[in-house]
C-alpha cells in the first residue's frame, strides 16, 4: 500500500507498510523497528507481539509520546496485560493496528506534530 497526500516534511514518515516490509524515505526495512517521530529510527529483536515484554515497552515510554502505535503485521493482535504496566503508570495511550492502518495513523499524527511512536512489526518471510 502506497501512502500519499502528506503534509510533512519529517525524514520518519513511512511511505509503504506491509507484514513484511516498511518503507520510510528511501529505505526498507524487513525487521522490525521502532519508529519515533522525533528521533532515529531503532531496530528492534521482535517478530510478533508474543515476544513483547515490558522492557521493550518501557524503550517506547522512554520517548515521553502521547500515544504508542503498536503495528502487529497483517493482523492485529493484542499484547498481554502484564507488559502494559509502563503505559499505565505514565499515562500513555496504545493502539494496536495492523501495519498499513499503523503506518496512516503514524503519518497522520506526524502531520499534526503529535508526540508518537510507532512499534512496527516486520514479520520474516521465511
Known amino acids: 500500500m ?3 497526500e502528506n ?3 519529517n ?3 513511512i511511505i ?3 507484514s513484511n516490509q516498511c518503507i520510510i524515505g528511501n529505505q526498507t526495512y524487513t525487521q522490525s523497528i521502532i519508529i519515533p517521530s522525533d528521533n532515529q529510527l531503532v531496530p528492534c529483536q521482535i517478530n510478533s507481539v508474543n515476544e513483547l515484554t515490558e522492557k521493550i515497552v ?3 515510554c522512554e520517548y515521553k509520546p502521547e500515544v504508542i502505535i503498536l503495528a502487529t503485521g497483517e ?3 493484542f499484547p498481554q496485560a502484564d507488559v502494559l ?3 499505565v503508570k505514565k499515562h500513555i495511550g496504545l493502539e494496536v493496528l495492523n501495519n498499513q492502518a499503523a503506518a496512516r495513523t ?3 499524527l506526524l502531520a499534526e506534530n503529535r508526540k508518537t511512536v510507532c512499534l512496527m512489526m516486520i514479520q520474516s518471510s521465511e
Open 75 to 77: 493482523q492485529i493482535t
Open 2 to 4: 502506497d501512502l500519499s
Open 58 to 60: 518501557s524503550q517506547l
Open 11 to 13: 525524514p520518519n514518515l
Open 7 to 9: 503534509h510533512t516534511n
Open 16 to 18: 509503504q507498510a506491509h
Open 85 to 87: 504496566g509502563p503505559l
Open 106 to 108: 503514524f503519518n497522520v
